[in-house]
Protein backbone atom coordinates (compact mmCIF):
# COMPACT_ATOMS: atom_id res chain seq x y z
CA UNK A 1 0.00 0.00 0.00
CA UNK A 2 1.59 3.27 -1.28
CA UNK A 3 2.37 5.79 1.38
CA UNK A 4 0.28 9.09 1.32
CA UNK A 5 3.10 12.34 1.36
CA UNK A 6 2.74 14.35 3.97
CA UNK A 7 2.57 17.86 3.32
CA UNK A 8 4.39 20.49 5.93
CA UNK A 9 2.77 23.78 6.56
CA UNK A 10 6.80 25.46 6.48
CA UNK A 11 7.09 24.48 2.71
CA UNK A 12 6.64 27.00 0.98
CA UNK A 13 4.12 26.35 -2.68
CA UNK A 14 4.31 27.66 -5.88
CA UNK A 15 1.74 29.69 -5.36
CA UNK A 16 3.44 31.19 -2.35
CA UNK A 17 5.60 32.33 -4.93
CA UNK A 18 3.33 33.66 -7.22
CA UNK A 19 1.63 35.74 -4.34
CA UNK A 20 5.01 37.20 -3.67
CA UNK A 21 5.35 37.80 -6.84
CA UNK A 22 2.54 39.58 -7.20
CA UNK A 23 2.63 41.96 -4.07
CA UNK A 24 5.75 42.74 -5.26
CA UNK A 25 4.81 44.09 -8.42
CA UNK A 26 1.95 46.09 -7.22
CA UNK A 27 4.46 47.45 -4.09
CA UNK A 28 6.15 48.52 -7.42
CA UNK A 29 3.85 49.87 -9.02
CA UNK A 30 2.54 52.14 -5.32
CA UNK A 31 5.85 53.31 -5.70
CA UNK A 32 6.32 54.24 -9.13
CA UNK A 33 2.83 56.30 -8.58
CA UNK A 34 3.73 57.71 -5.36
CA UNK A 35 6.93 59.49 -6.95
CA UNK A 36 4.75 60.86 -9.88
CA UNK A 37 2.65 61.73 -7.51
CA UNK A 38 4.67 63.58 -5.18
CA UNK A 39 7.56 64.98 -7.17
CA UNK A 40 7.02 68.69 -7.46
CA UNK A 41 8.98 69.34 -10.48
CA UNK A 42 8.07 66.60 -12.22
CA UNK A 43 4.07 66.66 -11.70
CA UNK A 44 1.34 68.23 -14.45
CA UNK A 45 -0.81 70.52 -13.05
CA UNK A 46 -3.59 72.53 -14.76
CA UNK A 47 -3.71 69.80 -17.75
CA UNK A 48 -6.72 69.70 -20.10
CA UNK A 49 -8.44 66.47 -18.27
CA UNK A 50 -11.80 66.65 -20.27
CA UNK A 51 -10.07 66.98 -23.41
CA UNK A 52 -7.79 63.79 -21.95
CA UNK A 53 -11.41 62.09 -21.36
CA UNK A 54 -12.78 62.56 -24.52
CA UNK A 55 -9.73 60.93 -25.77
CA UNK A 56 -9.70 58.04 -24.15
CA UNK A 57 -13.33 57.21 -24.38
CA UNK A 58 -13.36 58.58 -28.09
CA UNK A 59 -10.23 55.04 -28.23
CA UNK A 60 -12.35 52.74 -26.00
CA UNK A 61 -15.22 53.85 -28.52
CA UNK A 62 -13.02 52.77 -31.59
CA UNK A 63 -11.94 49.62 -29.93
CA UNK A 64 -14.95 48.45 -29.24
CA UNK A 65 -16.06 49.05 -32.71
CA UNK A 66 -13.61 47.27 -33.93
CA UNK A 67 -13.82 44.68 -31.86
CA UNK A 68 -17.29 44.07 -32.70
CA UNK A 69 -16.33 44.15 -36.16
CA UNK A 70 -13.78 41.59 -35.97
CA UNK A 71 -16.23 39.45 -33.89
CA UNK A 72 -19.03 39.78 -36.42
CA UNK A 73 -16.04 39.52 -39.33
CA UNK A 74 -15.36 35.95 -37.64
CA UNK A 75 -18.64 34.63 -37.04
CA UNK A 76 -19.93 35.45 -40.94
CA UNK A 77 -17.06 33.46 -41.88
CA UNK A 78 -17.80 30.63 -39.52
CA UNK A 79 -21.00 30.71 -40.68
CA UNK A 80 -19.89 30.48 -44.33
CA UNK A 81 -17.79 28.05 -43.40
CA UNK A 82 -19.96 26.06 -41.97
CA UNK A 83 -22.47 26.60 -44.85
CA UNK A 84 -19.53 25.25 -47.44
CA UNK A 85 -19.38 22.46 -45.43
CA UNK A 86 -22.89 21.40 -45.39
CA UNK A 87 -23.05 22.31 -49.34
CA UNK A 88 -19.67 20.21 -50.08
CA UNK A 89 -21.36 17.41 -47.66
CA UNK A 90 -24.68 17.44 -49.80
CA UNK A 91 -23.22 17.75 -52.75
CA UNK A 92 -20.96 14.53 -52.53
CA UNK A 93 -24.06 12.87 -50.96
CA UNK A 94 -26.02 13.71 -53.94
CA UNK A 95 -23.30 12.19 -56.02
CA UNK A 96 -22.35 8.64 -54.15
CA UNK A 97 -26.84 8.23 -54.15
CA UNK A 98 -26.46 8.96 -58.06
CA UNK A 99 -23.71 6.82 -58.90
CA UNK A 100 -25.41 3.61 -56.52
CA UNK A 101 -28.72 4.70 -58.19
CA UNK A 102 -26.50 4.29 -61.57
CA UNK A 103 -25.17 0.81 -60.07
CA UNK A 104 -28.15 -0.49 -58.95
CA UNK A 105 -29.98 0.31 -62.35
CA UNK A 106 -27.30 -1.54 -64.18
CA UNK A 107 -27.19 -4.54 -62.25
CA UNK A 108 -30.91 -4.94 -62.02
CA UNK A 109 -31.90 -3.65 -65.61
CA UNK A 110 -28.63 -4.42 -68.04
CA UNK A 111 -27.26 -7.82 -66.85
CA UNK A 112 -25.22 -9.47 -69.53
CA UNK A 113 -27.29 -12.50 -69.32
CA UNK A 114 -30.68 -10.38 -69.94
CA UNK A 115 -29.31 -10.27 -73.65
CA UNK A 116 -30.74 -12.19 -76.50
CA UNK A 117 -27.30 -13.03 -78.20
CA UNK A 118 -25.27 -13.89 -74.92
CA UNK A 119 -25.84 -17.74 -75.03
CA UNK A 120 -23.58 -17.23 -78.37
CA UNK A 121 -20.83 -15.67 -76.95
CA UNK A 122 -20.88 -16.98 -73.38
CA UNK A 123 -17.41 -17.50 -72.16
CA UNK A 124 -18.72 -19.84 -69.07
CA UNK A 125 -21.32 -21.68 -71.98
CA UNK A 126 -18.78 -25.22 -70.97
CA UNK A 127 -18.72 -24.55 -67.23
CA UNK A 128 -22.47 -24.07 -67.61
CA UNK A 129 -22.72 -27.44 -69.41
CA UNK A 130 -23.91 -30.28 -67.17
CA UNK A 131 -21.02 -33.03 -66.69
CA UNK A 132 -21.35 -36.67 -66.88
CA UNK A 133 -21.72 -36.44 -62.75
CA UNK A 134 -22.23 -33.71 -61.34
CA UNK A 135 -21.83 -34.79 -57.35
CA UNK A 136 -22.22 -38.41 -55.40
CA UNK A 137 -25.52 -37.91 -54.97
CA UNK A 138 -26.25 -37.50 -58.94
CA UNK A 139 -29.55 -39.48 -59.45
CA UNK A 140 -28.98 -39.31 -63.46
CA UNK A 141 -26.35 -41.41 -62.63
CA UNK A 142 -27.30 -45.38 -63.13
CA UNK A 143 -25.35 -48.42 -62.74
CA UNK A 144 -24.99 -49.34 -65.92
CA UNK A 145 -23.19 -45.80 -66.74
CA UNK A 146 -20.23 -46.54 -64.71
CA UNK A 147 -19.92 -42.77 -63.34
CA UNK A 148 -19.98 -43.71 -59.89
CA UNK A 149 -18.10 -46.41 -57.71
CA UNK A 150 -17.69 -47.27 -54.19
CA UNK A 151 -14.64 -44.68 -51.91
CA UNK A 152 -15.07 -41.79 -54.50
CA UNK A 153 -15.34 -38.26 -53.31
CA UNK A 154 -15.29 -35.70 -55.64
CA UNK A 155 -16.26 -32.92 -54.10
CA UNK A 156 -13.20 -33.00 -51.20
CA UNK A 157 -10.64 -31.29 -53.13
CA UNK A 158 -12.67 -28.51 -53.61
CA UNK A 159 -14.25 -28.13 -50.17
CA UNK A 160 -10.60 -28.01 -48.62
CA UNK A 161 -9.68 -25.61 -51.63
CA UNK A 162 -12.66 -23.36 -50.37
CA UNK A 163 -11.64 -23.46 -46.43
CA UNK A 164 -8.24 -22.77 -47.23
CA UNK A 165 -10.06 -19.57 -49.30
CA UNK A 166 -11.82 -18.91 -46.46
CA UNK A 167 -9.13 -18.67 -44.27
CA UNK A 168 -7.08 -16.76 -46.63
CA UNK A 169 -9.45 -14.11 -46.90
CA UNK A 170 -10.60 -13.74 -43.68
CA UNK A 171 -6.23 -13.68 -42.21
CA UNK A 172 -6.16 -10.97 -44.91
CA UNK A 173 -9.22 -9.22 -43.73
CA UNK A 174 -8.30 -8.99 -40.38
CA UNK A 175 -4.60 -7.41 -41.54
CA UNK A 176 -6.46 -4.87 -43.83
CA UNK A 177 -8.77 -4.01 -40.62
CA UNK A 178 -5.25 -3.62 -39.19
CA UNK A 179 -3.48 -1.77 -41.55
CA UNK A 180 -6.57 0.48 -41.76
CA UNK A 181 -6.89 1.09 -38.06
CA UNK A 182 -3.01 2.03 -38.06
CA UNK A 183 -3.16 4.36 -40.85
CA UNK A 184 -6.71 5.95 -39.18
CA UNK A 185 -4.63 6.66 -36.05
CA UNK A 186 -1.75 7.97 -37.42
CA UNK A 187 -3.50 10.43 -39.92
CA UNK A 188 -5.59 11.24 -36.97
CA UNK A 189 -2.41 12.15 -34.89
CA UNK A 190 -0.86 14.01 -36.93
CA UNK A 191 -4.06 15.83 -37.82
CA UNK A 192 -4.26 16.71 -33.74
CA UNK A 193 -0.34 17.27 -34.36
CA UNK A 194 -1.05 19.90 -36.96
CA UNK A 195 -3.77 21.74 -35.91
CA UNK A 196 -2.07 21.90 -32.15
CA UNK A 197 0.92 23.77 -33.26
CA UNK A 198 -1.27 25.88 -35.98
CA UNK A 199 -2.98 26.71 -33.05
CA UNK A 200 0.13 27.18 -31.08
CA UNK A 201 1.86 29.56 -33.62
CA UNK A 202 -2.06 32.12 -34.41
CA UNK A 203 -1.20 32.54 -30.84
CA UNK A 204 1.90 33.08 -30.75
CA UNK A 205 1.50 35.58 -33.47
CA UNK A 206 -1.23 37.48 -31.91
CA UNK A 207 0.29 37.73 -28.66
CA UNK A 208 3.26 39.48 -30.66
CA UNK A 209 1.25 41.41 -32.87
CA UNK A 210 -1.38 42.60 -29.52
CA UNK A 211 2.63 43.59 -27.88
CA UNK A 212 3.74 45.30 -30.69
CA UNK A 213 0.24 47.11 -30.79
CA UNK A 214 0.05 47.92 -27.20
CA UNK A 215 4.03 49.08 -27.68
CA UNK A 216 3.28 51.11 -30.50
CA UNK A 217 0.15 52.86 -28.72
CA UNK A 218 2.22 53.63 -25.62
CA UNK A 219 4.95 55.19 -27.69
CA UNK A 220 2.42 57.19 -29.35
CA UNK A 221 0.55 58.47 -26.13
CA UNK A 222 3.72 58.89 -24.42
CA UNK A 223 5.30 61.15 -27.73
CA UNK A 224 1.94 62.72 -27.88
CA UNK A 225 1.99 63.49 -24.19
CA UNK A 226 5.42 65.13 -24.07
CA UNK A 227 4.97 67.12 -26.89
CA UNK A 228 1.99 68.43 -25.18
CA UNK A 229 3.80 69.60 -22.46
CA UNK A 230 6.55 70.84 -24.59
CA UNK A 231 4.21 72.73 -26.25
CA UNK A 232 2.40 74.51 -22.96
CA UNK A 233 5.92 74.53 -21.68
CA UNK A 234 7.40 76.42 -24.53
CA UNK A 235 4.15 78.81 -24.88
CA UNK A 236 4.10 79.52 -20.89
CA UNK A 237 8.14 80.44 -21.43
CA UNK A 238 7.09 83.05 -24.42
CA UNK A 239 4.52 84.61 -22.79
CA UNK A 240 6.48 85.38 -19.22
CA UNK A 241 8.97 86.67 -21.81
CA UNK A 242 7.09 88.68 -23.58
CA UNK A 243 5.02 90.12 -20.09
CA UNK A 244 8.16 90.89 -18.65
CA UNK A 245 9.89 92.19 -21.53
CA UNK A 246 6.16 94.65 -21.53
CA UNK A 247 6.60 95.54 -18.52
CA UNK A 248 10.22 96.61 -18.71
CA UNK A 249 9.22 98.41 -21.80
CA UNK A 250 6.07 100.22 -19.57
CA UNK A 251 8.81 100.94 -16.69
CA UNK A 252 10.96 102.19 -18.64
CA UNK A 253 8.44 104.69 -20.52
CA UNK A 254 7.19 105.49 -17.54
CA UNK A 255 10.72 106.40 -15.90
CA UNK A 256 11.35 107.92 -18.82
CA UNK A 257 8.35 110.28 -19.19
CA UNK A 258 8.25 113.74 -18.21
CA UNK A 259 5.26 112.92 -15.45
CA UNK A 260 7.68 110.61 -13.42
CA UNK A 261 10.47 112.33 -13.85
CA UNK A 262 9.22 115.14 -13.19
CA UNK A 263 11.35 117.39 -15.60
CA UNK A 264 10.33 121.30 -14.66
CA UNK A 265 10.30 122.16 -18.54
CA UNK A 266 6.98 120.56 -19.07
CA UNK A 267 5.59 123.16 -16.73
CA UNK A 268 7.32 125.99 -18.37
CA UNK A 269 5.32 128.72 -20.48
CA UNK A 270 6.66 131.07 -22.88
CA UNK A 271 4.53 133.71 -21.20
CA UNK A 272 7.19 133.78 -18.48
CA UNK A 273 9.69 132.06 -16.21
CA UNK A 274 7.96 132.29 -13.43
CA UNK A 275 4.49 131.49 -14.44
CA UNK A 276 3.67 127.61 -15.13
CA UNK A 277 1.54 125.05 -16.11
CA UNK A 278 -0.30 124.45 -13.14
CA UNK A 279 -1.51 121.02 -13.73
CA UNK A 280 2.34 119.87 -14.70
CA UNK A 281 4.07 121.26 -12.55
CA UNK A 282 4.70 118.91 -8.98
CA UNK A 283 6.30 121.45 -6.82
CA UNK A 284 8.87 119.22 -5.68
CA UNK A 285 12.04 120.34 -4.81
CA UNK A 286 15.81 118.33 -4.79
CA UNK A 287 15.36 117.09 -1.34
CA UNK A 288 11.72 115.30 -2.11
CA UNK A 289 13.40 114.44 -5.43
CA UNK A 290 16.08 112.45 -3.17
CA UNK A 291 14.58 110.92 -0.64
CA UNK A 292 11.91 109.41 -3.70
CA UNK A 293 14.95 107.96 -5.28
CA UNK A 294 16.40 106.64 -1.94
CA UNK A 295 12.79 104.73 -0.98
CA UNK A 296 12.85 103.40 -4.70
CA UNK A 297 16.20 101.66 -4.27
CA UNK A 298 15.47 100.21 -0.58
CA UNK A 299 12.21 99.10 -2.80
CA UNK A 300 14.96 97.84 -5.34
CA UNK A 301 16.82 96.13 -2.59
CA UNK A 302 13.53 94.52 -0.87
CA UNK A 303 12.35 93.15 -4.18
CA UNK A 304 16.03 91.16 -4.23
CA UNK A 305 16.43 90.02 -0.72
CA UNK A 306 12.33 88.22 -1.88
CA UNK A 307 13.85 86.89 -4.82
CA UNK A 308 16.87 85.61 -3.13
CA UNK A 309 14.70 84.57 -0.15
CA UNK A 310 12.83 82.52 -3.28
CA UNK A 311 15.63 81.23 -4.62
CA UNK A 312 16.94 79.46 -1.30
CA UNK A 313 13.30 78.08 -0.80
CA UNK A 314 13.58 76.17 -4.29
CA UNK A 315 16.85 74.92 -3.25
CA UNK A 316 16.06 73.74 -0.21
CA UNK A 317 13.21 72.18 -1.52
CA UNK A 318 15.37 70.39 -4.14
CA UNK A 319 17.39 69.75 -1.50
CA UNK A 320 14.57 68.00 0.15
CA UNK A 321 13.29 66.20 -2.81
CA UNK A 322 16.91 64.46 -3.60
CA UNK A 323 17.32 63.58 0.22
CA UNK A 324 13.93 62.00 0.04
CA UNK A 325 14.69 60.21 -3.14
CA UNK A 326 17.63 59.01 -1.58
CA UNK A 327 16.50 57.73 1.83
CA UNK A 328 13.30 55.79 -0.80
CA UNK A 329 16.16 54.42 -2.83
CA UNK A 330 18.07 53.11 0.19
CA UNK A 331 14.89 51.69 1.90
CA UNK A 332 14.08 49.75 -0.78
CA UNK A 333 17.50 48.45 -1.24
CA UNK A 334 17.13 47.64 2.30
CA UNK A 335 13.52 45.87 1.78
CA UNK A 336 15.34 44.33 -1.30
CA UNK A 337 18.45 42.62 0.62
CA UNK A 338 15.72 41.65 3.93
CA UNK A 339 13.63 40.32 0.97
CA UNK A 340 16.15 38.06 -0.61
CA UNK A 341 17.88 36.87 3.07
CA UNK A 342 14.31 35.94 3.57
CA UNK A 343 13.91 33.86 0.59
CA UNK A 344 17.78 32.58 0.98
CA UNK A 345 16.13 31.35 4.50
CA UNK A 346 13.11 29.87 3.54
CA UNK A 347 14.62 28.15 0.65
CA UNK A 348 17.18 26.48 3.35
CA UNK A 349 14.93 25.65 5.58
CA UNK A 350 12.68 23.87 2.27
CA UNK A 351 15.43 21.71 1.17
CA UNK A 352 16.25 21.13 5.13
CA UNK A 353 12.55 19.87 5.60
CA UNK A 354 12.68 18.06 1.87
CA UNK A 355 16.02 16.11 2.51
CA UNK A 356 14.79 15.22 6.00
CA UNK A 357 11.35 13.77 4.61
CA UNK A 358 13.06 11.73 1.99
CA UNK A 359 15.32 10.43 4.76
CA UNK A 360 11.79 9.03 6.30
CA UNK A 361 10.58 8.18 3.33
CA UNK A 362 13.28 6.34 2.16
CA UNK A 363 13.42 3.99 5.46
CA UNK A 364 10.23 3.41 5.16
CA UNK A 365 10.57 2.05 1.65
CA UNK A 366 12.84 -0.53 2.66
CA UNK A 367 9.84 -2.68 3.73
CA UNK A 368 7.55 -0.90 1.17
CA UNK A 369 8.52 -2.06 -1.96
CA UNK A 370 8.35 -0.64 -5.49
CA UNK A 371 5.04 1.06 -4.57
CA UNK A 372 6.75 2.89 -1.44
CA UNK A 373 9.34 4.12 -3.70
CA UNK A 374 6.57 5.68 -6.48
CA UNK A 375 5.10 7.49 -3.58
CA UNK A 376 8.23 8.82 -2.00
CA UNK A 377 8.97 10.29 -5.95
CA UNK A 378 5.56 11.53 -6.13
CA UNK A 379 5.91 13.09 -2.44
CA UNK A 380 9.31 14.64 -3.26
CA UNK A 381 7.48 16.22 -6.19
CA UNK A 382 5.00 17.81 -4.37
Given at each position: MPVKPVRSRNVVQPQDYKEAVALERKRQAELQLQSRW???????????????????HDRKIQEATEKGKHEMMGAEMRQNDRIACILDERQRKDKRNLQKAISDFRQAFQKPESRREFDLSDPLALRKDMPARVSDQDVSCTVSGLQKFMGEDLSARERKKAQEEQNREWALEQQRMWSDALADHRSAEDAFTKTRLEFDQTAMHLQKLELATKRTVCAAVKDFNKNQILEVAERRRRERRQEEEDNMAEI??????????????????????????????????????????????????????????????????????????????????????????????????????????????????????????????????K
Open positions: FNARERLIGGDYDAWAAQVANMLQSDFLSENPQQAAIPLGSHRVVPDRWKGLNKEQLEEIRLIQKQQIHEKQRLQEEEKQRDFDLDRQRIQAARANLLFERQQQRLSRELRRAMDNKNLQLAREHKDISCFDGLSGGVSLVMGTKCCLW
